[in-house]
């Protein structure tokens, strides 16, 4: 591709540790996620099993098979965590993601309200035994964190073994960071980053809009999630300026209107 264009922006090669992308799978079908990852695997870092959509898809080991054997990292929805944690199923939950060989765990507490104190606590106990990303923020419109409680609590999950916190947003895109109407919540994602590495942050972002901004703002290399799977090439357009979104966002001045 650089070879047909310059002023491509660099993407690193995978596994990488930035400018990752997060596709939210809510139930495709074997063949759907064999087609999905033919197109997207490059370009795809880690696919979640949205919500507890992995207990009721027909065939979902397959599924998790397929995303390995392409170089993607599956895991479960972080609401799947949560209905396990209601029902004092910690252990049962752990022997869940053994069974299917799991590794990625998703620790949240975005629809039922977890201590946060005893969430450290699932962080360090999951972070020994394999990769945690942890969730930050509520999806519940009606519980409101100030900026400064967003970043103290992404700090302190970091510190107790999650190796990304995810900003929550739903796969709406209109709580969490954003508002009601889907757009940014500068006050809060200004003080996440310029107090938490972005390199340590993944963005959920399902709009194109809200895609665009993040791109802008923060470069090819944000880390961003929560992409339908059928948005990932045109993400990808996005990421490298070959779509009008960011076209002219890497070319030089002289080559600008």
């Known amino acids: 591709m650089k070879q047909i264009l310059p002023f ?39 696919v979640k099993l949205g919500f507890g959509t992995s207990l009721i898809t027909p065939g979902f080991e397959r599924k998790i098979e397929i995303y390995k054997e392409a170089g993607v990292i599956p895991y479960f929805g972080g609401t799947l965590f949560e209905a396990f944690i ?22 949240s507490d975005g629809s039922y309200d977890i201590d946060h104190d005893m969430k450290l606590e699932y962080i360090r106990i999951l972070a020994l035994r394999g990769t945690v990303i942890s969730e930050v923020g509520s999806k519940k419109k009606e519980v409101v964190y100030s900026p400064l409680e967003w970043v103290k609590m992404m700090r302190s999950e970091l510190d107790a073994g999650s190796v990304k916190v995810i900003a929550e947003a739903r796969e709406s895109g209109t709580t969490g960071i954003y508002n ?22 993944l ?4 709009l194109k809009s ?23 090439i045109p993400l990808e357009s996005l990421r490298l300026g070959l779509r009008g979104d960011t076209f002219f966002q890497f070319l030089p001045d002289n080559l600008k209107p």
């Open 180 to 201: 009601e109407d889907g757009s940014i919540n500068n006050e809060i994602i200004s003080a996440i980053s310029e107090n938490v590495k972005l390199e340590n942050v």
């Open 86 to 107: 209601i029902r004092d199923m910690f252990k049962e939950y752990i022997g869940f993601l053994d069974k299917y060989k799991v590794d990625m765990v998703e620790v």
């Open 210 to 232: 809200q895609q665009a901004w993040f791109i802008k703002h923060f470069g090819e290399n944000v880390n961003l999630g929560n992409i339908p799977p059928n948005e990932i």
């Open 203 to 206: 963005w959920e972002a399902p």
């Open 8 to 46: 491509i922006p660099e993407r690193p090669a995978k596994p990488r540790h930035s400018g990752l992308t997060m596709v939210m799978d809510k139930g495709l079908s074997i063949r759907e996620a064999e087609d999905f990852m033919s197109v997207g695997s490059e370009y795809t870092d880690y």
